[in-house]
């Protein structure tokens, strides 16, 4: 097998077909030549962990999607010029929502009973938002960071969330729901002690023992406090389960979890990763994703999980990659079939100054390049906003 080739899990998709065979290792092959990958088979290698099939063989064809156009420049254009216009929208809606999230919780530190009509009116213009423009997601980064972070949180969590709710195809009222849980997931937070939520070093064993009783206090005040369903409670009571069985507070595993609950374990961890927080730096997009893949076969639903990869892409919109002729651009848009060849807006020439004006470069079109590494805002010397 010495002209074996790697084949990363997050480029294949049901229907695809190579003249050789795939193999998982060097001896168990998953799919026979000429043979169209399944779902199942994509399921199975997120399920055990595997990052990259082999093969000697090459892609030909696609059974399910045989006349799928390459070219998919304008429609993204077009979507990122939408993308621009709609920050201001993103902007409104998002203070909006903090103030309903922020009411909430002042009622709670006062345990005091709470209304749930700013939580459901936020819900509703979020998923709207979110319909009309999916890619809004992008500018949540940096906002408001250093005001109140579990209220920001859980407002950001929400968006992530109804990202895959919308994947999924939820009817208006399960989206609602989702929204409403996700947008009070850390209600339990508010019954920790201050000084754990804001340390700037290690819990101790015992402070992080503490930590883990957060989502039966949620569950408790939303119930007690709220006028709100038994499903918008459990994403408080379960956003820390894992589909091992391994999480707390109460060991669930599986479908035992609520769907609502696997769906916001995700947006949470991907979200906090990307945020800065007391103890630690953020990281950013294209590394907050490879960890959550890496490391989340086990602790998420692996069928959730991929349809966040195949919505947001390896490179999140907004990561800046460095391509093999040493140009960095910022990611505007990609196509969920080809997630390693995004479409690209360059900021830095091979002579490693700045593209004047919008110079924009699809990698689909693009035989001969590729992408060497993901870079960050300081290696780079430039912040996100100002290139795109």
């Not at 199975?44 to 799928?68: F, H, R, S």
């Not at 390459?70 to 709609?86: C, T």
């Not at 579990?150 to 208006?172: D, E, Q, R």
Request: proline residues 4%.
């Amino acid at each position: 097998m010495s002209d074996m080739r790697k084949v990363p899990v997050e480029e294949l998709k049901p229907g695809m077909i190579y003249d050789q065979p795939l193999y998982v290792d060097q001896s168990n092959i998953l799919v026979a030549a000429n043979t169209a990958i399944s779902e199942s088979d994509i399921k199975k290698l997120m399920t055990w962990g595997v990052a990259e099939i082999e093969t000697t063989g090459k892609l030909i064809g696609d059974k399910m999607n045989p006349d799928t156009p390459v070219d998919n420049q304008a429609r993204i254009l077009s979507e990122y010029n939408n993308l621009l216009k709609r920050r201001k929208d993103l902007i409104t809606v998002h203070q909006k929502a903090r103030k309903a999230v922020d009411e909430v919780y002042n009622a709670i530190r006062k345990d005091e009973s709470f209304d749930m009509a700013g939580i459901e009116e936020s819900a509703t213009e979020i998923i709207k938002l979110m319909n009309e423009t999916s890619n809004i997601f992008l500018f949540l980064y940096g906002l408001d960071e250093g005001k109140d972070y579990l209220v920001t949180h859980s407002v950001n969590v929400t968006f992530y969330s109804v990202i895959m709710g919308l994947a999924l195809k939820y009817p208006m009222k399960s989206l609602k729901e989702l929204a409403a849980g996700t947008m009070l997931i850390d209600a339990g937070m508010l019954k920790m002690p201050v000084y754990i939520i804001h340390k700037q070093s290690n819990l101790t064993d015992q402070e992080y023992q503490q930590i883990k009783t957060h989502p039966l206090h949620g569950y408790k005040v939303l119930r007690q406090l709220g006028d709100l369903n038994e499903r918008i409670a459990n994403v408080t009571l379960q956003h820390h389960e894992q589909f091992d069985g391994k999480g707390y507070p109460r060991g669930l595993k599986g479908n035992e979890i609520s769907e609502y609950a696997r769906i916001a374990s995700i947006a949470d961890s991907y979200e906090s990763q990307i945020s800065k927080r007391s103890y630690r730096q953020k990281v950013y997009f294209y590394h907050a994703m490879r960890n959550l893949l890496s490391s989340g076969v086990n602790r998420f639903d692996p069928v959730i999980l991929r349809v966040f990869l195949s919505r947001m892409s390896v490179y999140p919109i907004g990561s800046i990659v460095e391509l093999n002729d040493n140009t960095v651009g910022i990611i505007i848009g990609s196509i969920p079939e080809k997630p390693l060849r995004p479409i690209i807006k360059m900021i830095i020439d091979e002579n490693k100054k700045r593209v004047e004006g919008t110079k924009i470069v699809n990698l689909l079109d693009e035989a001969n390049l590729y992408i060497v590494r993901a870079l960050d805002e300081e290696e780079v010397g430039i912040n996100i906003f100002d290139v795109l």
